[in-house]
């Protein structure tokens, strides 16, 4: 991850305080909204000497702001209010409120025809094709229109999206393709980014690149039908070739990383667009307030709830029982396993700010290949106590102290199905958790000290992976301190002797001895009552849960 500074940068935030703003959820704060704004007018045209008689009523718009093509404005402004306002009465004047299905449903639609008409303008300021007779020996891959509704956090329809896409499953190896890698952000390094900045005190504003895939040059020859509904007259039966990627194609991704990686100066090379300060960003609600940063996901809980039906269910205090004993339950009834993986699919992305119920999950996510019912009613639990703490979140505190911290716990033989261990860590800089992990050993082990030494293992590669990346921000970190309970496997770890106990341990699992050694890493003991990876092995009781909450920082602010 690069991290790039701005220089001579002053960020103005007199007008993005999160207790400033104005909430238009109904007409009621719209309509005292004006009448301040109405107020605030006639008091700038009293010290400027202008004559307010000039309104033509109190509810006039302001006239329309020039806005830039390529980064709106100066990013150290803020949002105008009298901007925002006008922007919302365009939203509700000329934005379509319903999805159409095909292209026949939204070529009679005016707002939708708008939109597309600006996708295909991108595709001809970007130079991303060119009309070619159709060629004989080469395969065409189609198009299709795909059509969504743009929402903020607040539910709010803000904007009709067409996106042109390329039916790239049509692509075939080594022809319309060759390589597809491309690298992406680990929410990890989004937390991390998250917490550096609480300690720097910085406030982390947002941008967007405009049509990202369509800046990526293309080395395959590609061709494409033209777009549904907006076929050429003169020739209908051409195609395009592809001179830059599209979406949909397989080497999308990868061309638009390698096109990224080699620009230094974004906005001269890319259509970009400033989008204020970061409070929406890939489900994530971030609040970034004067004593550090609130993040939570109680959109996206509302929405799971709403559509699994749970929205009337009773709340719980736990994710679940400390008593459950799950297995494969053989003689239960089977329910609909695309149901259920979409249940725990859901819930995994929702563990990106809820650490909380981590464990409960990832037990459920054991049985998806043949759940029943026993799993869906452990599922459900999860969506109770899901509901009861809706408006709780991971919280960043601002601080001096940004120290490295792991904590490694093990289960042991707590797979009743394999018999395996479950290994769980978290991690921490300063008062801020930023990863955390309960994962299923990969091999059975034959004690708990051997189960604790794996934990702790994978707990050193995760730190090492953090302070590699963590050396993009100029930090640096030694003998960093590894919490463990367990005093065997901390002398496991300092003892270079093969004895019985540890002969037969694999060998890539003794890394850890390797880097204790060379100071990377220090295990250190911590009672099992002060052990925060507790809460990601086995269910606790609300007593013991709670606690352990709180001090992860999961908290309702």
């Given amino acids: 991850m690069v991290v790039e500074e701005s220089i001579h940068v002053i960020f103005d935030e007199s007008n993005n305080s999160l207790q400033e703003r104005e909430s238009f959820d109904d007409d009621l704060g719209l309509e005292t909204f004006m009448g301040k704004l109405q107020i605030e007018d006639k008091r700038q045209q009293e010290e400027s000497g202008e004559d307010p008689k000039k309104e033509e009523s109190p509810l006039a718009l302001p006239p329309p702001q020039q806005v830039q093509d390529q980064i709106i404005g100066n990013p150290s402004s803020g949002v ?38 600006e996708e295909l303008n991108k595709f001809e300021r970007s130079e991303v094709w060119e009309l070619v007779p159709r060629p004989s020996n080469q395969s065409v891959i189609g198009t299709k229109w795909v059509f969504r509704n743009k929402m903020n956090e607040n539910d709010i329809i803000v904007r ?24 992406v952000a680990r929410l990890e390094a989004i937390r991390m980014l998250r917490a550096f900045a609480c300690f720097k005190d910085f406030i982390l504003y947002q941008m967007d690149v405009k049509s990202a895939f369509l800046n990526g040059f ?18 209908p039966n051409h195609v395009f070739k592809l001179k830059k990627t599209l979406y949909g194609l397989k080497q999308a991704p990868k061309a638009w990383y390698e096109r990224l990686n080699f620009s230094k100066c974004m906005h001269s090379e890319f259509e ?43 709340v719980m205090k736990t994710p679940m029982s400390s008593s459950i004993k799950l297995d494969m339950d053989e003689r239960g009834k089977s329910i609909d396993s695309t149901m259920y993986r979409g249940m725990i699919g859901s819930l995994l992305y929702l563990t990106a700010s809820r650490p ?144 019985s106990r ?17 100071g990377d890493i220090t295990l250190e003991f911590e009672s099992t009552k002060d052990q925060l990876a507790d809460i990601f092995t086995k269910p606790l009781s609300e007593e013991q849960f709670s606690d352990i909450r709180r001090q992860l920082g999961v908290i309702s602010l």
């Fill in 356 to 499: 909380d119920f981590m464990y409960s999950v990832c037990l459920c996510a054991r049985f998806q290949s043949c759940p029943k019912e026993s799993h869906l009613s452990a599922v459900k639990r999860i969506l109770r106590y899901l509901k009861g703490t809706m408006n709780i979140g991971l919280w960043y505190p601002k601080g001096d102290n940004f120290e490295l911290i792991g904590f490694s716990d093990a289960h042991f033989a707590s797979c009743r199905v394999e018999r395996k261990s479950t290994s769980d860590t978290c991690h921490f800089l300063g008062h801020s958790l930023v990863s955390w992990h309960s994962k299923k050993q990969n091999s059975v082990v034959l004690s708990t000290a051997e189960a604790e030494y794996i934990a702790a293992g994978l707990c050193c590669a995760q730190i090492l992976w953090m302070k590699q990346t963590l050396s993009d921000f100029n930090l640096s970190f030694e003998h960093v301190p590894i919490k463990c309970d367990n005093t065997s496997a901390i002398n496991i770890s300092k003892n270079p002797v093969q004895h």
């Fill in 272 to 314: 970009m667009s400033m989008m204020g300060e970061l409070n929406f960003f890939l489900g994530l609600q971030i609040k970034q307030l004067k004593e550090g940063t609130f993040i939570n996901q109680a959109k996206y809980i509302k929405d799971l709830l709403k559509r699994f039906n749970m929205e009337e269910a009773k």
């Fill in 80 to 117: 105008r209010t009298r901007s925002s306002l006008k922007n919302i009465c365009n939203n509700l004047a000329f934005i379509s409120q319903t999805e159409p299905k095909n292209i026949k449903d939204a070529i009679v639609d005016e707002n939708w025809m708008i939109a597309m008409q």
């Fill in 218 to 235: 293309i080395n395959e020859e590609v061709y494409v039908e033209q777009p549904p509904g907006f076929q050429s007259f003169n020739f």
């Fill in 160 to 183: 009709n999206k067409a996106r042109l896409v390329a039916q790239g499953y049509n692509q075939e190896e080594g022809i319309d393709y060759e390589k597809t890698f491309a690298p």
């Fill in 502 to 518: 540890t002969k037969h341990i694999e060998i890539r699992h003794h890394f850890l001895r390797d880097h204790a050694q060379k």
